[in-house]
């Protein structure tokens, strides 16, 4: 089960945290390929049973979606760190608002 945990880091640190996560998604995909190279070696030596090749398939696909959920972590981290450093467009939270009849609000 995929859970979120949340804690404290130093700002510095998430470009580490981020790389620490593309890592670990280069090797499961690398790990993957090789369960696919040997689920093909193992198809082409099997005439009616197929359940090796089949489980391989699985395992290489439960490979593959743990890269895609570090690929989004990693994505996720880098566009908040670069959202901090270089601003977003269009955020009002903070930041004083006009309606449209001319009055200012201070939104929290």
């Given at each position: 089960m995929r859970v979120r945990v949340s804690y404290g880091v130093d700002?510095?640190?998430?470009?580490?945290?981020?790389e620490s996560l593309l890592q670990s998604s280069i090797?499961?995909?690398?790990?993957?390929?090789?369960?696919?190279e040997r689920a093909v070696l193992d198809l082409k030596d099997s005439d009616t049973n197929f359940i090796a090749t089949i489980q391989m398939i699985d395992k290489a696909?439960?490979?593959?979606?743990?890269?895609?959920?570090n690929l989004s972590d990693s994505q996720t981290i880098l566009e908040?760190?670069?959202n901090h450093y270089?601003?977003?467009?269009?955020?009002?939270?903070?930041?004083?608002?006009?309606?449209?009849?001319?009055?200012?609000t201070d939104e929290t």
């Open positions: 700002l510095e640190e998430l470009p580490e945290i981020s090797e499961n995909l690398k790990s993957s390929l090789d369960i696919l696909r439960v490979k593959i979606g743990k890269s895609d959920l908040g760190l670069n270089n601003g977003e467009k269009n955020v009002s939270e903070g930041r004083s608002t006009v309606d449209s009849s001319g009055n200012t």
